[in-house]
């Protein structure tokens, strides 16, 4: 499975935004990324995925570098319940509508300060 | 509430037992994949099921099977169970041009 490489850990301030990386450099031209995060004792959530061009949602926007290598997960405003576990994942695609695999890896854990 | 209902919640066994953990996928969609999430761990992809058949295998044990039914909702089944199988397990289901869907996870203590 192509891998994707993320920090550890972030900080960030309250109210400012975040700019979350992730490196994808095997990444294959049918590959899409996604982001999703985990709060604790939580689910995880989906966040959003794109392909090429970059995505916005109600939730955060993904800028994806034209060679798409890398990724960036923007929240634009971060609040105390922004803190969580991102994980940025590329979508393994298999034949039958919605049928893909997705493999976790340790993610970026976000901690918001107030 | 995410539309994928796992139950139950919470499950303490003791060692060598079986248990069974169930899910129901949101309205519509046909893939189920379960994942475990052991203390301090990441997320492990355990099996997918597609329309009633399975599909992807991850690090299943032998000791685990699960199924789908024609009503597409999936059981987990954790035979001989072990101290180490102590873990949050997810169910998650999802569409096309979509992302995933999980749910609550069931929260395994074993004894």
């Known amino acids: 499975d192509a891998k994707t490489t993320q920090p550890n850990s972030m900080e960030s301030n309250e109210e400012e935004p975040v700019h979350l990386p992730c490196n994808h450099s095997?990444?294959?031209?049918?590959?899409?990324i996604h982001w999703y995060r985990q709060l604790p004792s939580q689910g995880p959530e989906y966040v959003i995925h794109?392909?090429?061009s970059n995505v916005n949602n109600r939730m955060a926007s993904l800028a994806i570098a034209e060679d798409r290598k890398s990724s960036t997960l923007i929240l634009h405003r971060a609040t105390l319940r922004d803190a969580a576990v991102y994980y940025c994942?590329?979508?393994?695609?298999?034949?039958?509508?919605?049928?893909?695999?997705?493999?976790f890896g340790k993610g970026t854990k976000l901690s918001v300060i107030p | 509430d995410s539309g994928v209902t796992q139950t139950p919640k919470h499950l303490i066994t003791a060692t060598g037992q079986r248990v069974t953990l169930r899910c129901s996928p949101r309205?519509?969609?046909?893939?189920v994949y379960w994942y475990q999430q052991s203390l301090d761990q990441g997320l492990q992809f355990l099996i997918q099921?597609?329309?009633?058949?399975?599909?992807a295998k991850g690090n299943i044990l032998e000791r685990f099977s699960a199924q789908q039914f024609p009503d597409l909702h999936s059981e987990l089944n954790l035979s001989s169970l072990e101290l180490g199988d102590s873990a949050l397990y997810f169910c998650?289901?999802?569409?096309?041009?979509?992302?995933?869907?999980f749910g609550s996870g069931t929260r395994l203590t074993v004894v």
């Open positions: 095997t990444i294959s031209g049918t590959d899409y």
């Open positions: 309205s519509g969609d046909l893939s």
């Open positions: 794109g392909l090429t």
């Open positions: 994942i590329l979508r393994v695609t298999y034949s039958g509508a919605g049928s893909y695999q997705l493999t």
């Open positions: 099921y597609y329309n009633g058949e399975e599909r």
């Open positions: 998650a289901s999802s569409r096309a041009n979509y992302g995933y869907t």
